[in-house]
Structure formats: structure tokens, C-alpha cells
């Protein structure tokens, strides 16, 4: 039954019941990218003073928020990844100490909802480039739409523009193709040997 589970047959086909190696890979994917975030987040605060002059230009570096929303359902290809290692992402973070405390959860729910549908589109049955691109630019807008209506509604309509292109171009690099060259790289390395995404490539 075990090597059932995680034959290239029973992974390759679209199955979507989750296996205790998804499971596993998922939540460590989650908890690693916590630290991440906590760690981005005390970079994104020293670097404050040289965007003082145009803050939504700070925007740049999101896209690492986002990663694991892209990345997750990439390596295991079922539904849920996203939301699943998003969300143990921001848990992690706000425990570590986050500036942003326990909002951090929300985001993590929300924008791990938002990736989801980069992949829900298209049946949970392709995990290509378009796919990826999709996932990381639906999680930017649910990102800048929650900046802008927690931390700044009263910047002026060009800057909240601008925040949210910035935003979405940033995670759409950083998270959608930053995420799909990370999932091949592993690939090349053998590392993702127990899941279809190590098998093939798109």
C-alpha cells in the first residue's frame, strides 16, 4: 500500500487525496518561509528611510510574501497547498515575533485563498508557467488590497496606483516565476523524486 502511494502512476494522474510525504513536505515548506517572513520583515523595517521620499516604491520586495502560495502547489500539486502553506507561514511568523502580529494570520489565510485560484482554474490539473504567473498575481492583489485598506487608506489615488502595481509585478516575478525556476531547480536535483512535479516538466 505504501509503495502504492507514491508511485509515479498514483502522482502523475491527478489525483488529488493528499499523501503523508505532501502533508509533511507542505508544513515544512510553511514553517521554513515563516522564518523567512519574519526575517523579511525586519529587512523590509531597517530599509524604510530610503523609500521615505515615494513609499509605495518599497513594493519591490513583496513578492518573497508570497513564495510558499506558488511554490507549495507546485512541489505537490494538490488543492489546498497554497492556502495550506501560506497560512502555517504567517502562523510562524507572528509567533517568531512579526510586526504585524496576529494580521499576519489573516494574510496568510487570504493570500494562500488567493494563490489557489492561479490553480483552481484550470481544474488542479496543470501546474505550468501560466499557472504559476496566475497564482502569484491573484495573491498580489489580495496582498496590496489588504495594505492599502489596513495600513494606508489615506494615501493619495497615485500612490495607492501604484503600490498595487508594484505589488502584483513583484510577486508575479519574485513568487509566480521566481517559484516555478525554484520547483524545476529541485527537480534537477532529484529532491522532488516522490512527487509527479520531480517527474515531469512543464
Do not use: C, H
Not at 2 to 11: G, M, Y
Not at 22 to 44: H, N, S
Not at 106 to 113: C, E, T
Not at 158 to 169: C, D, I, P, S
Request: cysteine-free; proline content about 4%; hydrophobic content about 55%.
Amino acid at each position: 500500500m505504501a509503495d502504492q502511494a507514491v508511485s509515479p502512476s498514483s502522482s502523475e494522474t491527478g489525483s488529488r487525496r493528499w499523501r503523508t510525504v505532501d502533508i509533511v513536505v507542505t508544513a515544512v515548506l510553511g514553517v521554513a518561509f515563516g522564518v523567512v517572513f519574519w526575517a523579511w520583515g525586519l529587512l523590509w523595517a531597517a530599509l524604510d528611510a530610503p523609500f521615505s521620499a515615494f513609499p509605495p516604491g518599497q513594493a519591490v520586495m513583496y513578492g518573497v510574501w508570497l513564495l510558499p502560495a506558488v511554490l507549495a502547489p507546485l512541489v505537490v500539486r494538490k488543492p489546498g497547498a497554497a492556502l495550506f502553506a501560506e497560512l502555517l507561514a504567517g502562523i510562524v511568523s507572528a509567533l517568531l515575533g512579526s510586526a504585524w502580529g496576529t494580521l499576519t494570520i489573516v494574510y496568510g489565510l487570504l493570500q494562500g485563498a488567493a494563490g489557489e485560484v492561479g490553480f483552481a482554474a484550470f481544474g488542479y490539473r496543470r501546474y505550468g508557467w501560466p499557472q504559476a504567473l496566475l497564482a502569484a498575481f491573484g495573491a498580489g492583489l489580495m496582498a496590496a488590497f489588504l495594505d492599502l485598506l489596513n495600513y494606508y487608506p489615506d494615501w493619495s489615488g497615485g500612490w495607492k496606483t501604484a503600490y498595487v502595481l508594484l505589488v502584483v509585478a513583484s510577486t508575479t516575478v519574485i513568487a509566480g516565476a521566481g517559484g516555478k525556476a525554484l520547483t524545476r531547480s529541485l527537480a534537477a536535483s532529484g529532491a522532488l523524486s516522490a512527487f509527479a512535479s520531480g517527474r515531469t516538466r512543464v
